[in-house]
């Protein structure tokens, strides 16, 4: 199959669209092909059910090893999970997501501490610095900074990404079906594949680019202005969409409100401890 | 000052210079812009005294607030230094990393959970999902996320960045620098500038695909002989580049052999709690 990529929407559109008429003041638009193409994402929840090209998963995960990696330490692996069965499990494992069995390739991120585990065993070492939180969390960044270029290199394509977070919810469950051995924790996963044209949504807005960008040093004095207009995009966004319109401010207060709405994440340090992680 | 990007590498050499030699068997190159972008990437340490164009900040930041962000949370803010003293200050408590004083324009990415902790509280509720690991994590997924967008974009332009994990050393003290709230923790800085073109380093080799990329479960079972052929690339890259020849499998050992090796980040969960975390 031929990859014949969706024209990216003009940068001025996506601006508008990203940020709901609060757009950033810029003058002269640095444009390239790169920025319209990362300025045009939107997540993808529906597929076709073609496969990936020849190449397209080897040119993916090349763009994934390009990001930096603290130390070069390269604290990360990924699972390319095409098996219909395997996905199917997975997505049960994940909220039941539709499109986890849709896509034609699921990526599955690990937080990979247990490959440098294995090389100081050899040498009769110990990884002791792995024990600690630190090394989890350069772990999490280094996939998420693969994962990212990855979502990237996707989207200029033509393909679909989504990331599912939902893979946190039943962790040992998730590493028992992926065989992971101690010190690796599937952090996050990705869908990838054709996006269906028939379900491609619109740039989600986000908060004015004032709230996100301080000069500096912290300054939240014009959060609370941003956040009500914030809630008005996104409730036009929703109804453009054929969404429910429930206001941001509501919905986030929810998702965070208690720790069932984890969904089954508030016992991250336990299951992380079941999987060998130390979090000293 | 107009900007007139580098132009990348053709997506062959990228990936030779890449895998070392060990380059996967790519037989259709998907090739555009974007990838050939991604792959031509390299971080830098040595940058001109140029401020960046009008406009390109801004531009930047749309395209970090363009990547995926999880539940639509949006848990981070960048902080963007341009002060030289606060830049000086930042770099002393970051080992002394002179880049951070060169680069016109010092970006600190925060995990920020005090956002909602805001919007909760103007509604008299509480956001006790912030007391929790998973939210940290979250937030520092956001964060990178955003961060690596930016990467791209920068590089897209000519421009060239260096994440700073150093800023996790010493975390009240940034915290304190940048006046942060509680629950917003300084997670890594990027260095954003005109790259030095005497300074610029090559493409530097990474961990053979086989090891990174499996298939349907985890499998170790290439590694042994992938790192051993690694070490010997890495020692033929820092030769050619005129640094020091330590053996990758070595220098990894070391970094991660002892809680000391962390460079202070073994105090990390005394840190984050100093900073309000709950890390329930």
């Given at each position: 199959?031929?990859?014949?990529?969706?024209?990216?929407?003009?940068?001025?559109?996506?601006?508008?669209?990203?940020?709901?008429?609060?757009?950033?003041?810029?003058?002269?638009?640095?444009?390239?092909?790169?920025?319209?193409?990362?300025?045009?994402?939107?997540?993808?929840?529906?597929?076709?059910?073609?496969?990936?090209?020849?190449?397209?998963?080897?040119?993916?995960?090349?763009?994934?090893?390009?990001?930096?990696?603290?130390?070069?330490?390269?604290?990360?692996?990924?699972?390319?999970?095409e098996d219909t069965d395997r996905k199917a499990r997975l997505s049960i494992l994940a909220g039941d997501q539709a499109h986890i069995r849709e896509c034609p390739t699921f990526l599955v991120f690990i937080a990979d501490l247990s490959?440098?585990?294995?090389?100081?065993?050899?040498?009769?070492?110990?990884?002791?610095?792995?024990?600690?939180?630190?090394?989890?969390?350069?772990?999490?960044?280094?996939?998420?900074?693969?994962?990212?270029?990855?979502?990237?290199?996707?989207?200029?394509?033509?393909?679909?990404?989504?990331?599912?977070?939902?893979?946190?919810?039943?962790?040992?469950?998730?590493?028992?079906?992926?065989?992971?051995?101690?010190?690796?924790?599937?952090?996050?996963?990705?869908?990838?594949?054709?996006?269906?044209?028939?379900?491609?949504?619109?740039?989600?807005?986000?908060?004015?680019?004032?709230?996100?960008?301080?000069?500096?040093?912290?300054?939240?004095?014009?959060?609370?202005?941003?956040?009500a207009d914030y809630d008005r995009a996104m409730g036009e966004f929703q109804i453009q969409q054929g969404m429910k319109a429930i206001d941001w401010t509501r919905q986030t207060i929810k998702r965070v409100g208690t720790p069932d709405?984890?969904?089954?994440?508030?016992?991250?340090?336990?299951?992380?401890?079941?999987?060998?992680?130390?979090?000293?």
């Open positions: 199959m031929n990859i014949s990529p969706r024209k990216p929407l003009p940068l001025a559109s996506s601006l508008t669209q990203r940020y709901g008429g609060q757009s950033p003041k810029i003058s002269s638009l640095p444009v390239n092909a790169v920025i319209e193409s990362i300025l045009d994402h939107r997540s993808v929840r529906g597929y076709l059910p073609d496969k990936l090209s020849p190449s397209t998963l080897e040119t993916l995960i090349a763009t994934g090893q390009s990001a930096p990696t603290s130390s070069n330490l390269q604290t990360w692996t990924v699972i390319a999970v490959r440098i585990d294995r090389i100081a065993q050899a040498h009769s070492e110990v990884a002791e610095g792995n024990r600690y939180l630190e090394m989890f969390l350069m772990a999490a960044i280094d996939a998420a900074l693969a994962a990212q270029n990855i979502v990237v290199a996707a989207e200029s394509m033509g393909l679909g990404t989504v990331y599912i977070g939902a893979m946190r919810n039943r962790p040992e469950e998730v590493a028992a079906e992926l065989a992971l051995p101690p010190d690796a924790f599937a952090v996050f996963g990705l869908c990838v594949g054709h996006p269906d044209p028939a379900r491609l949504s619109g740039i989600r807005p986000r908060l004015a680019q004032s709230t996100i960008l301080h000069r500096e040093q912290y300054d939240s004095a014009a959060e609370v202005a941003a956040v709405a984890l969904m089954g994440r508030h016992r991250l340090v336990e299951a992380l401890k079941n999987l060998g992680f130390g979090l000293k």
